[in-house]
T-cell receptor, first 113, second 113 residues
Framework: EAQVTQNPRYLITVTGKKLTVTCSQN?????MSWYRQDPGLGLRQIYY???????DKGDVPEGYKVSRKEKRNFPLILESPSPNQTSLYFC????????????FGQGTRLTVV | AQSVAQPEDQVNVAEGNPLTVKCTYS??????LFWYVQYPNRGLQFLLK??????LVKGSYGFEAEFNKSQTSFHLKKPSALVSDSALYFC???????????FGKGTMLLVSP
């Protein structure tokens, strides 16, 4: 089954404790991205990657890091989480060609206390 | 720059009645336009897209959308709403010269029995 898998689904952590949210896709997609969803703000893109070792900032990259060492994986790293990073995070992948739709993971609900 | 506006936070409709969820966009070039749906505790699911050609696009679950270039709109429609259509709907745009997808803030659709 074609899917984007995120882990964990739920995470509560403390301010400053480094964490990683993993994302993996099994569709051989070139393009992967991370979004955060906040009430009243919709989805905002954090980072995206057009292929292995190629990443770029989205609209809200501050406080986040990503890496793309393999085509299937695109982890999101929070080096020093802060409460304003409490949000619902989604990973997505697509073929990358303009006009192709994105496939989304189930989401990771992160709470930073 | 590219942007999307969904002017209604919530749309209420009775089951069996037609529904419309509004979306307007702004791009510098020609757009790719998408609609996604999000059910509670789920990731976003692709509904339909406009790439080129026929202005009326048909998608999943009986939904359709009409691309109107002069009004820069891409409203989502369904002739007869179902209670199970109740969900959060997102419009998204990608300018053909851009690498990223921009989402609207979302519209909650509530269909009453």
């Amino acid at each position: 089954e074609a899917q984007v898998t995120q882990n964990p689904r739920y995470l509560i952590t403390v301010t400053g404790k480094k964490l990683t949210v993993t994302c993996s896709q099994n569709m051989n997609h070139e393009y992967m991205s991370w979004y955060r969803q906040d009430p009243g703000l919709g989805l905002r893109q954090i980072y995206y990657s057009m292929n292995v070792e190629v990443t770029d900032k989205g609209d809200v990259p501050e406080g986040y890091k990503v890496s793309r060492k393999e085509k299937r994986n695109f982890p999101l790293i929070l080096e020093s989480p802060s409460p304003n990073q409490t949000s619902l995070y989604f990973c997505a992948s697509s073929l990358g060609r303009p006009g192709t739709e994105a496939f989304f993971g189930q989401g990771t609900r992160l709470t930073v206390v | 720059a590219q942007s999307v506006a969904q002017p209604e936070d919530q749309v209420n409709v009775a089951e069996g009645n037609p529904l419309t969820v509004k979306c307007t966009y702004s791009v510098s070039g020609n757009p790719y336009l998408f609609w996604y749906v999000q059910y509670p505790n789920r990731g976003l699911q692709f509904l339909l897209k406009y790439i080129t050609g026929d202005n009326l696009v048909k998608g999943s679950y009986g939904f359709e959308a009409e691309f109107n270039k002069s009004q820069t709109s891409f409203h989502l429609k369904k002739p007869s709403a179902l209670v199970s259509d109740s969900a959060l709907y997102f419009c998204a745009v990608r300018d053909r010269g851009y690498s990223t997808l921009t989402f609207g803030k979302g519209t909650m659709l509530l269909v009453s029995p």
